[in-house]
């Protein structure tokens, strides 16, 4: 056997985090890229082309061996034609609807038997459920966008259908599980991890779950499990979860490395980017347990600082442990540009959290000092 070429629809940031793992592993990876200076092909081999365009993706897919995606924008289509052509396409299309339709994503979890919100599918009319609801784009969708909050009949008349609803639930916080799984079936979970969420946009991960007892963290565990197993998962996955009290409820999926994920680059000991290059490779998995007690990772948002560089002196200065990942992407507010992730032991997770919050900060330019 010859090392392989993984090709990787897209060519931001989190096909960028694959190319460290493929060198060790001394897999060639390949993106199929919008632009040249996408941020994964800054630093890999790449094509330029549209992703929706079968033809060009098909070109793309025949000078690798296999095809994996980092974002769910594909159209089934266009993945269709893929494995029409016998090329071989990890996730699936009759898997990876689940991560693009949301009204799929629900209807196969309630055929799973899973914890689901009250939802329906709305296309005009009086709705079923009471406001005040959640109604969400079933495709297309990302960080907030596409997902409102509606409190009235007419604020529901003003957006575009059709549209999935969900009751809007009181919970307690918003957690996340990545899973693993392989095409011979072989899958693997990493700790829960609390995501910190504001304007819909994650701002902060704390792994593991603070408070959370174990029976919890097995039953998210199995929850991401028997999804991986019913979907006919291969990569890996994030499963999004709301904590309501004592049970979960499933909020979103997304097959892909997920940022959710990216604390396992340092904090454990097989990252979220190197197993899925063995998944979609049917490698044996790696071990996901943690290499420290706490793992918290910092999303560097766009603001009013451009130069990511200088803050270096200080934040390294005074936080030497401090890990950096910046995306060498260009600076909009709002726009997640990096991370930063901070590894600890013992009773320091307050002083964790705390380093990881002004690192984000001075490098958004929210503060100087």
Not at 60 to 69: G, N, Y
Not at 94 to 112: G, P, T, V
């Amino acid at each position: 056997m010859s090392f392989p070429t993984v090709g990787v629809i897209g060519a931001g940031q989190l096909a960028r985090m694959m190319v460290a793992p493929a060198t060790e592993l001394g897999i060639t990876l390949k993106v199929f890229a919008a632009i040249p200076n996408d941020s994964a092909a800054q630093v890999c081999d790449f094509v330029l082309g549209d992703y929706t365009d079968s033809q060009a993706v098909l070109e793309f897919a025949k000078s690798v061996d296999v095809v994996t995606f980092e974002h769910e924008q594909v159209p089934q289509s266009v993945i269709r034609n893929l494995e029409a052509n016998g090329i071989r396409v990890y996730p699936r299309s009759d898997s990876f609807i689940y991560s693009q339709d949301k009204l799929a994503m629900r209807e196969k979890m309630s055929e799973l038997g899973l914890p689901n919100p009250r939802y329906e599918k709305y296309v005009g009319g009086s709705p079923t459920l009471n406001f005040p609801l959640i109604a969400k784009a079933p495709t297309g969708g990302y960080d907030g966008r596409g997902v409102w909050v509606v409190n009235t009949q007419a604020e529901l008349d003003a957006l575009p259908t059709p549209l999935l609803l969900e009751e809007k639930l009181n919970f307690t916080r918003e957690i996340a599980i990545m899973v693993a799984r392989s095409p011979h079936g072989q899958a693997a979970t990493w700790s829960p991890t609390w995501t910190v969420q504001r304007d819909g946009i994650c701002t902060t991960t704390v792994t593991p779950v603070p408070d959370l007892s174990d029976e919890l963290s097995i039953a998210a565990s199995a929850i991401a499990l028997k999804i991986a197993e019913g979907i006919n998962l291969v990569g890996v996955m994030a499963v999004e979860l709301f904590q309501v009290d004592d049970h979960f409820i499933i909020n979103e999926l997304a097959l892909r490395p997920h940022n959710s994920g990216h604390w396992t680059i340092e904090g454990a000991k097989t990252s979220q980017f190197e197993q899925h290059l063995r998944a979609v490779l049917d490698l044996p998995l790696g071990d996901t347990s943690r290499t420290n007690d706490w793992a918290v990772m910092g999303n560097i948002l766009g603001g009013e600082k451009t130069d990511m560089y200088r803050p270096y002196l200080h934040l390294m200065a005074r936080t030497p442990g401090l890990k950096f990942h910046h995306y060498r992407k260009e600076a909009k507010p709002g726009r997640k540009l990096g991370h930063v992730t901070l590894l600890g032991d013992g009773d320091h997770l307050v002083e964790l959290i705390q380093e990881v919050d002004h690192a984000i900060d001075y490098l958004s330019g929210a503060i100087d000092e």
